[in-house]
């Protein structure tokens, strides 16, 4: 590892190992509370897709368990194979293209985060229903931004490091 990359690599590692423990509080504890007609729910992010299933929007139930709990968790897997695979020849041009597809998805993972902000700010019906932020919601958020931030790290440029190295 050369000197310049170092800093680099030691803060995707550092972004890296905090969004895999906060994936775990972010998806056990409950992410909204909402309380319709009296009722009171407090819900995960698999509650809330276990939620939309029974109520018949299986979709939608769908859509939510593939933005909220599989593309955090294959961004973290992933950014841990760019981590481990550092400084290896094999396998650079896919790891390119890997880096740039966690790139283009990044952009698009806070959008959980935004619809639950509206959800809580628009929920808010009286005593007829209402949508409260729980503690799981900052954890989600935190993972979504450490890897945000890790994959911003990891510039392409680091996979091709090493190649003339390789060669000889």
Known sequence: MRNAEAPHLQQ????????VIL??????????????????????V????????DSGLAPLAAIVFVASILVPFFKLA???????????????????????ILHKIGSWSMIDV??????????QLGILAGVQAEPGAF??????????????????????VGKEEARG
């Open 114 to 123: 935004f619809l639950g902000s509206i959800l809580v700010a628009v929920g």
């Open 23 to 44: 994936y775990v509080p972010a998806n056990v504890l409950p992410v909204i509370t909402m309380t319709i007609a009296g009722d009171v729910q407090p819900l995960t």
């Open 139 to 160: 954890f989600f958020a935190a993972v979504l931004v450490c890897s945000l931030f890790a994959t911003d790290i990891y510039k392409t440029r680091l996979i091709w």
């Open 46 to 53: 698999m509650g809330g897709v276990q939620e939309l299933y």
């Open 78 to 100: 992933c950014l841990s194979w760019l981590l481990l695979m550092h400084g290896s020849p094999t396998w650079r041009r896919e790891r390119s293209v890997m880096r740039r």
């Open 12 to 19: 995707m590692a550092a972004l890296l190992i905090a969004g």
